[in-house]
């Protein structure tokens, strides 16, 4: 791995991330004992030396989240219940020092070892960057290095999540007000959309890579998604606060909207073995869109979830992403005014299924 958070961002920043992994290893440190604590990674874009540079008149800053994963020997479902407040409280307190947000993961190497494989992990174990301890809390986890084990249903996690930025891009478009902020909004999730596809693609054909820098490379796909592809990358290594107007920012989410649901609905086809008839089909279809999931958990699930109203059916014994994704598509890729009510409680909902 790079020695770097950045590929290009000054000393002053990359002197000011090392200060903030500082501040956090002292901190978890002061939490967790020494004899339970494990090992502490810096994950995400930071920990594989390409994190976001925002270029600004006061010199370089950061932009992306720093997400942390704690180590910590033991259950995790117990080191949650223990830990997981005095973390959360830790990471509000270094937040406004760090300038962006920083979050914690609460995980251990054996429950690593025994984890299926996910895109989420396969980022993790292939970049990462030791606040405490080394590679040797990864040994056994060499199922996660493998790209072509991620399953389709990752994928499907990937797009539902990204789409859903767009989802909440689209609600703020409509707004009677339209803020700076809600256009930086806006065109944030565009460019986290326009990367996500070809990473879509990328995993459903076994060919995704840890590095945007790689994956932009490898994307041998329609020149569309290339070009878009590439736009989401330039993003993610240098974003910055959008300046377009409603007017631009509406026509260029329409424009990636479509392809999304174009890509969303290929793989979904593809995934499921059911051809659907466009994103009105997709939302009515009755075909179990979660069927990796067994039916007991879903069941707890549904009765630790909240009832709220999507305008589509929640099935009982399947899991409550599935109606989420009914409502996505019934919503994203619906030319009617949005319900800012039903995309309110979308989001609660969301939240706890992303």
Same mark, same amino acid.
């Given at each position: 791995?790079? *020695?770097?958070?950045?590929r290009?961002?000054?000393?002053?920043?990359?002197?000011?991330?090392?200060?903030?992994? /500082?501040?956090?290893?002292?901190?978890?440190?002061?939490?967790v004992?020494?004899?339970?604590?494990?090992?502490?990674?810096?994950a995400?874009g930071?920990?594989?030396?390409?994190?976001?540079?925002?270029?600004t008149d006061?010199?370089?800053?950061?932009?992306?989240?720093?997400e942390?994963?704690?180590?910590?020997?033991?259950?995790?479902?117990?080191?949650?219940?223990?830990?997981?407040?005095?973390?959360?409280?830790?990471g509000?307190?270094?937040?406004?020092?760090?300038?962006?947000?920083?979050?914690?993961?609460?995980?251990?190497?054996?429950?690593?070892?025994?984890a299926? &494989?996910s895109?989420?992990?396969y980022?993790?174990?292939?970049?990462?960057?030791?606040l405490?301890?080394?590679?040797?809390?990864?040994?056994?986890a060499?199922?996660?290095?493998d790209a072509s084990?991620? *399953?389709?249903?990752?994928?499907t996690?990937l797009?539902?999540?990204?789409?859903?930025?767009? #989802?909440?891009?689209?609600e703020? #478009?409509?707004?009677?007000?339209? &803020? *700076?902020?809600?256009?930086?909004?806006?065109?944030r999730?565009i460019?986290?959309?326009?990367?996500?596809?070809?990473?879509?693609?990328?995993?459903?054909e076994?060919?995704?890579?840890?590095?945007?820098?790689?994956?932009?490379?490898?994307?041998?796909a329609a020149e569309?998604?290339?070009q878009?592809?590439?736009?989401?990358? $330039?993003?993610?290594?240098?974003?910055?606060r959008?300046r377009? &107007?409603?007017? $631009?920012?509406?026509r260029?989410h329409?424009?990636?909207?479509?392809?999304?649901?174009?890509?969303?609905?290929?793989?979904?086809?593809?995934?499921?073995?059911? /051809?659907?008839d466009?994103?009105?089909?997709?939302?009515?279809h009755?075909v179990?869109k979660?069927?990796?999931?067994p039916?007991w958990?879903?069941?707890?699930r549904?009765?630790? &979830?909240?009832?709220?109203a999507?305008?589509? *059916?929640?099935?009982g014994i399947r899991?409550?992403?599935?109606?989420?994704?009914?409502?996505?598509?019934?919503?994203?890729?619906?030319?009617?005014?949005v319900?800012?009510? /039903?995309?309110?409680?979308?989001?609660?909902?969301?939240?706890?299924y992303?």
């Amino acid at each position: 791995m790079s *020695p770097r958070f950045t590929r290009d961002g000054s000393p002053a920043l990359e002197q000011h991330l090392a200060e903030v992994c /500082r501040w956090v290893r002292e901190g978890i440190q002061s939490i967790v004992p020494g004899r339970t604590l494990e090992g502490i990674a810096l994950a995400g874009g930071y920990g594989r030396g390409e994190g976001g540079v925002l270029r600004t008149d006061a010199g370089d800053q950061p932009y992306n989240d720093l997400e942390f994963f704690v180590f910590i020997r033991g259950s995790t479902l117990l080191n949650d219940r223990r830990y997981k407040a005095a973390l959360h409280e830790l990471g509000e307190r270094l937040t406004p020092a760090a300038g962006i947000e920083v979050e914690f993961k609460i995980i251990s190497s054996a429950a690593l070892r025994r984890a299926p &494989t996910s895109m989420f992990y396969y980022d993790l174990v292939m970049g990462h960057r030791w606040l405490v301890g080394d590679d040797s809390l990864l040994a056994g986890a060499d199922h996660h290095r493998d790209a072509s084990r991620i *399953p389709l249903h990752e994928v499907t996690r990937l797009l539902f999540n990204r789409c859903s930025g767009l #989802l909440f891009a689209k609600e703020r #478009l409509q707004r009677t007000e339209f &803020t *700076p902020d809600d256009a930086d909004f806006v065109a944030r999730n565009i460019a986290k959309a326009q990367l996500a596809l070809g990473d879509a693609l990328l995993a459903s054909e076994g060919r995704y890579h840890w590095s945007c820098i790689e994956r932009r490379q490898r994307l041998g796909a329609a020149e569309v998604i290339r070009q878009h592809h590439a736009t989401g990358v $330039e993003f993610k290594l240098h974003p910055y606060r959008s300046r377009m &107007t409603r007017d $631009e920012l509406v026509r260029i989410h329409g424009d990636i909207s479509r392809l999304a649901g174009d890509v969303f609905l290929e793989l979904e086809s593809q995934r499921l073995g059911q /051809r659907f008839d466009g994103a009105a089909d997709y939302a009515a279809h009755k075909v179990n869109k979660c069927p990796e999931q067994p039916a007991w958990k879903n069941l707890l699930r549904q009765l630790r &979830t909240p009832r709220v109203a999507l305008g589509v *059916p929640q099935p009982g014994i399947r899991h409550p992403r599935e109606a989420l994704l009914n409502a996505l598509a019934a919503m994203l890729w619906n030319r009617a005014p949005v319900n800012h009510e /039903r995309i309110r409680a979308y989001e609660a909902l969301w939240h706890r299924y992303n």
